[in-house]
């Protein structure tokens, strides 16, 4: 997509407050699309199965969200209309993409601003649960795997409108167990087990931050984060900031 191209979307942004019609915002606050967005990438290659969900125990993370502008996405394996798993947030609601399909919804306007542990767990049977604060508020059906694409996204889809403003923190996903880990509220960092990708977690700069300290060592490659002093605990480094806070 052309430089022109992100110049239009960047003041139909900042003008959609003031159109008629489908196009008319639900705010009267009026903002910019920065992009590329910042994203933090993980190469899975050669563990593409182990991170679709149903073999997964756990996702986990804490956020900070500071306002629900755009698409922003969480995390994301693949890219609109491709999603094949996403955690976004649209209009102030958490939606959980799998193969396509929403399978999870949840209002998190009663969230934005403040820090909250987000975790979406499996089991054997497939079926996904989402916990906030340590309780379970959802669930979906039963899914069914899926071959997923070789790069998980967070902060965005590295796409236009994709980006999430805030900051997050201890992002880890617990693989192979059958049971979903860590639902309560973390208050010290964790300690690994099994085969784990920990990255977002403690450090005092940005490169520690965005280096997965798990079990798996797998590549991450940071494109626009910073690093920021506030975080959810104590004591454990500051967390991770994308986009605007």
Same mark, same amino acid.
């Given at each position: ?19 008629p ?7 009267t ?10 994203t933090v990438s ?9 991170f ?14 500071t +306002?629900d &502008? #755009? ?6 394996? *693949?890219?609109f209309? $491709?999603?094949?798993?996403?955690? %976004? !947030?649209?209009?102030g609601?958490?939606?959980f993409?799998y ?10 306007? +009663?969230? &934005? #601003? ?6 979406? *767990?499996?089991?054997? $049977?497939?079926?996904?649960?989402? %916990? !906030? ?24 889809e ?8 805030g ?31 920990l990255?977002l977690f403690?450090g005092l ?15 991450v ?12 605990y104590?004591g454990y480094?500051?967390s991770?900031q994308?986009?605007?806070i």
């Amino acid at each position: 997509m052309s430089n022109a191209l992100y110049d239009v979307l960047r003041e139909f942004n900042a003008l959609k407050g003031q159109l008629p019609g489908p196009f008319a915002s639900t705010t009267t606050t009026s903002t910019t699309i920065p992009f590329p967005p910042a994203t933090v990438s993980v190469d899975i290659t050669g563990y593409e199965q182990l991170f679709d969900i149903p073999y997964v125990s756990s996702y986990g993370w804490f956020m900070k969200v500071t +306002n629900d &502008i #755009g698409l922003p996405r969480i995390f994301s394996f *693949g890219q609109f209309p $491709s999603a094949y798993q996403a955690a %976004s !947030i649209e209009g102030g609601v958490f939606k959980f993409y799998y193969n396509g399909n929403v399978e999870i919804t949840y209002p998190l306007t +009663n969230y &934005i #601003g403040q820090w909250v542990w987000m975790v979406l *767990g499996t089991t054997t $049977s497939g079926t996904i649960s989402l %916990s !906030i604060d340590g309780q379970t508020v959802a669930n979906s059906n039963s899914v069914q795997p899926i071959t997923l694409p070789t790069t998980l996204y967070i902060g965005s889809e590295n796409t236009p409108n994709t980006n999430y403003n805030g900051l997050m923190k201890s992002f880890i996903v617990e693989l192979g167990l059958t049971t979903p880990q860590f639902v309560a509220i973390p208050t010290t960092p964790f300690q690994n087990s099994g085969n784990s990708l920990l990255i977002l977690f403690q450090g005092l700069d940005i490169t520690q931050q965005t280096t997965d300290q798990g079990q798996l060592i797998l590549p991450v490659t940071n494109s626009g984060a910073v690093y920021n002093t506030d975080s959810p605990y104590l004591g454990y480094g500051g967390s991770t900031q994308f986009g605007a806070i």
